[in-house]
């Protein structure tokens, strides 16, 4: 299906939908909207039927174009929120009723997947509703997720993003019968006919969700998988529930083998599938490494021998091999830990698993993906390949690198990932072992495996092969930064381009943190380099076109887009000065007076009033350069009012997550914490020159300093989370902060503390998976720079350079031309907070040995 018409209306298509769109529809941001769930091979028929329907009201829709699209849709590798919207239906204001009933009518009895994040207008027909945005105005919320955002009557935010849920915003009122959604979850008493009594979720997913329940005739605890009709449905018409069919099937072949659940029971409910098995544990290895920190052999914690786990995992993994079993989906999620013994594990999930050869095949990238062959049964070589990717993580704490289309780019990769978290001899037969069983020779895997069994792991014919490091010298970065320009002005046209935007699925917000202005700020630095001007300038064209709802932040608001058109000097940016200028007639930017959920407004430095008061101390800096005295004390005046929102506590920190495992140092953190505040204090201080704003600046910068010892000294356990040495929420920001600190108040203890955080970031660095700023690696080493640099100290800039390695290592591509993954960790974007923006931005500095750095002030 290309294309779908109906007279009188226009119509057009990209590579993903095809679109109708009515004259006559009134421009809404958001409302009542639906969706028609379709199987792939009935897209053609359900068009033709719900073709007329449309036809007689008035509205918008869209279209899956193809069968295989709509597959892709489907199989909910996307979203969860994607599954099952092959139509979806934009009806005028007061006609969803209507229009609803009419398809449900000429849908009645078909069959498509369920739409999780809707609910049901009718239960025999697959038609669904629910409140949602009618228009694409995004935003970076404060978690530095996209959202898809809806402002009510009352001013309010609410995330319009389509999750594996329903949600609706409180201004909105369900316009069906009350009750008329169907549910999604099992309710109580129970479900299996009343027998299972469920009491927690564990994994929500868009194939089904798993929960732990209680078995009411037996009064034990068990497992219950949930298989969602049509899901994941291949050209075979294989789905979910075929997949937990087979892993019955493979439970039961494996009935009574240590470490693996048993099947217990069986059942259907409605048209989803369920499957009952004994509970192992509540403890898998991805949630305990990031909790406990990696497995080593050098740990204090006996429980956390790496080569224990080794032995443990392959001893239960050749038991399944034993019963003629291939498990194809071994990887840290499905391994489960309990505390009957230390290291004691199971494996779970055996819904892609081969008993005697026959399965329904697929395959986790990066686990067992790079070895399984296109055709043909799996061999359990292939699983000693996914067990050597899964030790890699319990050593690291990483995934293995998947960003490369070549196989084998990934796994060198992921070598030398290895070979900096366990250096030297004391890991050298652990090491060897992984490094054989990540071989793309099932022979080598093979023999891997079997020293592994014997404990013989040093008496390999040869050593462990350690990849080759680049030297990062100035010929080097230049390379890499020539080529890693080029790529942010290849996707600064594509954000431009609507067309080439939605075939490339390029993030189309306009801020700092994710968005267009983060992207160009850092382009304006390499504008001497082809093509960047004429990149900028149509990038901040674009941007000051874009008519958002933007909050007043500055990383994901409008007081950092305003930074970048004022830096850009475009003709977008001179129209939109022009109506920034009027606006200030009557006054200048408003602060808020509560947070989106109506609560204080925030103090914070990625979207409250200490990030606002520093982009404004940004741009009166700017319009002093440019000679617009005015306009720079109109943005001062902002930044006073940010001063005095902090300083009587009207603004206050909501650093959400601070009390939870893994968040580190986020109340204390530059993002979210009071590290921010304090930089803006700081920069407030030295930008007015004003005793007190000084003072204010000098009592923020003792209360961070006298934390962060403690601070350090908890990245240093054993078992300290990876977060620790992240910018927005660890050490790396709070360090950047001290090093500023030492600066504007002539402090030399600061920077003092600023080394001491530096190499706690430097310690931590080998297993932080990110390359990125925010989170990552690239956060990291511009903190580096900025003690090297403050310091005069070589000793940081090494540090420095090691982090840039460590960023190659993560990546794909050659080391001169790297692919440098976002935060998904399998595609690259250019984004300044979560891709490859931010990075260059490290890059840059690391060979200018400084320059600027976003949110400081020269």
């Known amino acids: 299906m290309a294309a779908v018409s109906i007279a009188g209306r226009s119509g057009w298509s990209d590579d993903a939908w095809s679109y109708l769109n009515d004259l006559r529809m009134p421009a809404m941001e958001h409302g009542w909207k639906l969706h028609v769930s379709v199987r792939p091979g009935d897209l053609d028929a359900v068009t033709r039927l719900v073709l007329p329907v449309l036809s007689r009201h008035v509205c918008h829709a869209k279209f899956a174009r193809d069968p295989e699209t709509l597959r892709r849709l489907n199989s909910g590798v996307g ?28 849908l009645r009895d078909r069959e498509g997947p369920r739409i999780v994040s809707d609910r049901r207008v009718d239960p025999r027909a697959p038609v669904y509703y629910r409140y949602g945005p009618f228009t694409g105005d995004y935003r970076t919320g404060r978690s530095g997720r996209l959202e898809s955002v809806m402002t009510g009557p ?40 009343g027998r299972y009594k469920v009491t927690a979720g564990i994994t929500r997913t868009p194939r089904g969700n798993v929960y732990r329940a209680v078995d009411r005739t037996l009064g034990r605890p068990v497992v219950v998988k949930q298989a969602r009709a049509f899901v994941g449905e291949d050209d075979s018409g294989t789905d979910a529930r075929h997949r937990l069919r087979n892993e019955r099937t493979v439970l039961t072949a494996l009935d009574g083998v240590t470490g693996v659940p048993r099947a217990l029971d069986y059942f259907a409910h409605q048209s989803d599938e369920y499957l009952v098995m004994s509970s192992c544990g509540d403890r898998d290895l991805r949630r305990d490494v990031l909790r406990n920190g990696p497995y080593r052999d050098d740990d204090t914690r006996p429980a956390r021998a790496l080569s224990v786990l080794a032995s443990r995992l392959l001893r239960v993994l050749d038991a399944i091999h034993g019963r003629n079993v291939v498990v194809r989906g071994l990887k840290p999620d499905n391994v ?65 690198v998947i960003v490369d289309t070549d196989h084998g780019v990934n796994r060198d990769r992921t070598l030398a990932c290895l070979a900096w978290a366990l250096p030297g001899r004391a890991h050298r037969e652990i090491r060897s072992s992984i490094t054989g069983l990540l071989s793309f020779d099932p022979a080598v895997r093979a023999a891997a495996a079997e020293r592994l069994r014997t404990g013989t792991a040093g008496t390999a014919r040869r050593p462990a092969r350690r990849p080759a490091h680049p030297r990062i010298d100035s010929d080097l970065l230049d390379e890499i930064i020539e080529h890693t320009t080029a790529f942010c002005v290849g996707e600064a046209h594509a954000i431009v381009d609507p067309e080439r935007a939605a075939r490339l699925n390029v993030p189309t917000s306009i801020d700092v943190y994710g968005g267009s202005s983060g992207l160009g700020l850092e382009l304006l630095h390499h504008a001497h380099r082809p093509h960047v001007r004429s990149a900028v300038t149509a990038l901040a064209r674009w941007t000051a076109e874009q008519s958002r709802n933007l909050p007043p932040g500055f ?46 407004p925030e103090a914070d430095l990625i979207a409250g009033a200490a990030g606002i008061g520093l982009g404004r101390l940004l741009l009166a800096r700017h319009a002093l350069r440019c000679g617009h005295r005015d306009a720079a004390d109109r943005h001062l005046a902002v930044a006073a009012d940010c001063d005095r929102m902090l300083t009587s506590g009207t603004a206050r920190l909501t650093p959400t997550g601070s009390d939870t495992a893994g968040s580190a140092a986020l109340r204390e953190g530059v993002a979210h914490g009071e590290a921010g505040v304090a930089l803006f204090l700081l920069e407030y201080g030295g930008a007015t020159g004003d005793p007190d704003a000084i003072s204010r600046s000098e009592k923020a910068a003792a209360r961070l300093a006298a934390v962060t010892p403690d601070i350090i000294a908890a990245a240093a356990e054993p078992g300290a989370t990876r977060r620790y040495g992240s910018w927005c929420r660890g050490l790396a920001g709070i360090g950047t902060v001290l090093v500023r600190a030492a600066e504007r108040l002539d402090e030399p203890g600061y920077l003092d503390l600023a080394q001491q955080a530096a190499r706690a970031c430097a310690a931590l660095a080998p297993r932080m998976p990110l390359v990125t700023q925010c989170c990552g690696l690239a956060g990291v080493g511009d903190l580096m720079v900025d003690v090297a640099e403050a310091s005069a100290s070589e000793a940081f800039r090494n540090m420095a350079e090691s982090v840039a390695l460590l960023i190659l290592c993560r990546s794909g591509g050659t080391w001169s031309r790297p692919v440098f993954p976002d935060t998904t960790l399998a595609r690259p974007s250019a984004a300044w907070a979560g891709g490859s923006a931010g990075v260059l931005a490290f890059l840059r500095r690391l060979r200018d040995r400084g320059g600027p750095r976003l949110g400081l002030i020269a």
Do not use: N, Q
């Open 154 to 193: 009352d001013g309010r935010i609410f995330d319009g993003l389509a999750v594996g849920r329903y949600r609706c915003p409180p201004w909105a009122e369900d316009p069906f019968a009350i009750g008329s959604g169907h549910r999604d979850e099992p309710s109580a008493p129970g479900f299996g006919g």
């Open 336 to 400: 489960v830990l309990d505390d009957s013994g230390p290291g004691h594990c199971h494996m779970i999930d055996f819904g892609i698993s081969e008993w005697d050869g026959a399965g329904p095949g697929g395959a986790t990238p990066g686990y067992s993906e790079p070895v399984l062959y296109a055709t043909g049964p799996a061999a359990s070589a292939d699983d000693h390949y996914a067990l050597g990717a899964t030790l890699f993580f319990a050593a690291t704490g990483m995934d293995p």
């Open 79 to 106: 979203s969860a929120g994607a599954v099952g919207k092959a139509i979806t239906v934009y009806p005028l204001a007061g006609t969803v009723v209507e229009i609803a009933r009419e398809l449900a009518a000429v």
């Open 555 to 600: 990383y994901t608001g409008r007081t950092g887009v305003e930074l970048f058109l004022a830096e850009a000097e475009a003709e977008a940016e001179a129209e939109a000065r022009t109506g920034a200028e009027a606006d200030a007639r009557s006054g200048y930017l408003v602060l808020p007076d509560r947070a989106p959920d109506g609560g204080p």
